[in-house]
């Protein structure tokens, strides 16, 4: 497949001042540090060859496809595939949660901090998708993604002071595999970016993954910059017009293949962009496609729901329940009475009935105020994510 040409990142030797605390003796003897600067794509030429477009564009068509499909199934399908891509793309941070840990933490559990992070990122994705590709939004998804972090919350939604770094020492850059360019780089480089997410010469999901790619080089924040990074894809994506409504799970297909997607990221480093808009392109064909699949089941869950609930009478409490379930599907009795005006003694009883037919299961030991899942979502929720990674590992 022919190369992508980008500018690749210049290198520089900086002093290193930073103090360090703990370490080796070799941590402290460190005196100078070699940055690695990205180049500004504002205004750059970039040329993507005919075949890299056509893959690109083959994704795009199978993103729009889902976008347009599934009518009134589309509102829990796009809630269902934005925590699908919140989650996985928290676990290429190597952040691990069970999807009933994350749907307790959607209900306010913070029982489990690998699931109150995939809720956190959760929120962080849905404000970028819903705010204009800018450096306030951007920071205000930071903002939200790491308010809850004890070592972080100081700097949650604050461009970086400080020289960070990837991989090496925990106390020094000595043996990094990336460092990033220093904190003074940081807001003219994302300034570029931001007027490069905005172009309209480019094909979208390759200024997508090249907008991806440029987030992470500058490595704006002292941490999150890979969750908000992809954040960013997705938000491009949507802006461009490409996902109006859903986001597919991208993150899904890169987590399966996390070290063809950190190489494509050290290709664009050194001017080939064809890495990392290929991984974008294939990653959003498989999810795509197998966000389709999902969408599909998700039109047949409540009818099969209503005869797992043995055919509940329309004016039921039961069928107002089901009615609302693919777009609810974790809640508590005090919800579903606030949301539908009912009594509490009815809610009870559509709850009990529906947890003997399986078509909820509790998601808390507590005896009180327990929390409820719809289990078919939730397993989707699960499924989609094993689907995605069966089909990239077995290319």
Do not use: C
Request: net charge neutral; charged share 25%.
């Amino acid at each position: 497949m022919s190369a992508v040409a980008v500018p690749p990142h210049e290198r520089h030797e900086v002093p290193w001042r930073q103090s360090v605390r703990g370490g080796t003796a070799e941590d402290r003897k460190l005196r100078s540090v070699v940055t690695s600067i990205p180049p500004d794509l504002a205004a750059v030429r970039v040329d993507v060859p005919a075949p890299v477009v056509a893959r690109a564009e083959d994704a795009v068509r199978a993103i729009v496809a889902v976008d347009t499909d599934h009518g009134d199934h589309l509102r829990p399908l796009a809630s269902l595939l934005l925590r699908a891509e919140s989650v996985a793309s928290s676990k290429i941070e190597h952040e691990e949660a069970s999807t009933d840990d994350y749907a307790r933490a959607l209900h306010g559990s913070r029982a489990n901090a690998s699931a109150t992070s995939m809720v956190a990122n959760t929120e962080a994705l849905a404000r970028m998708l819903d705010q204009p590709v800018d450096a306030s939004s951007i920071r205000t998804a930071h903002r939200l993604l790491m308010a809850d972090d004890r070592r972080e919350s100081a700097d949650a939604g604050r461009w970086r002071r400080v020289q960070n770094w990837i991989g090496g020492s925990d106390h020094s850059p000595r043996g990094a595999l990336y460092v990033p360019p220093p904190a003074r780089f940081v807001a003219p480089k994302m300034a570029d970016l931001v007027a490069f997410a905005h172009r309209s010469d480019l094909p979208v999901l390759p200024q997508a993954a090249l907008a991806h790619a440029q987030f992470e080089s500058i490595h704006p924040f002292p941490d999150g910059n890979g969750r908000i990074g992809r954040a960013l894809a997705a938000s491009v994506l949507r802006h461009r017009g490409t996902a109006r409504q859903v986001v597919v799970p991208i993150a899904s297909a890169l987590v399966a293949d996390r070290d063809g997607y950190f190489g494509a990221l050290e290709a664009y480093r050194a001017g080939d962009g064809q890495p990392i808009v290929a991984a974008f392109s294939e990653a959003a064909l498989v999810a795509a496609e197998e966000a389709r699949t999902t969408g599909a089941r998700l039109a047949a869950f409540p009818g099969h729901w209503h005869d797992l609930a043995g055919g509940p009478r329309r004016d039921s409490a039961t069928a107002a329940v089901l009615a609302i379930l693919a777009a609810e599907p974790v809640f508590a009795a005090d919800d579903l009475q606030q949301r539908l005006g009912l009594p509490l003694a009815s809610v009870y009883r559509a709850i009990e009935r529906l947890a003997g037919a399986e078509v909820i299961r509790p998601l808390t030991d507590r005896k009180r105020n327990q929390v409820w899942g719809a289990v078919d979502l939730l397993d989707e929720l699960d499924d989609i994510g094993v689907r995605i990674a069966a089909r990239v590992r077995s290319r």
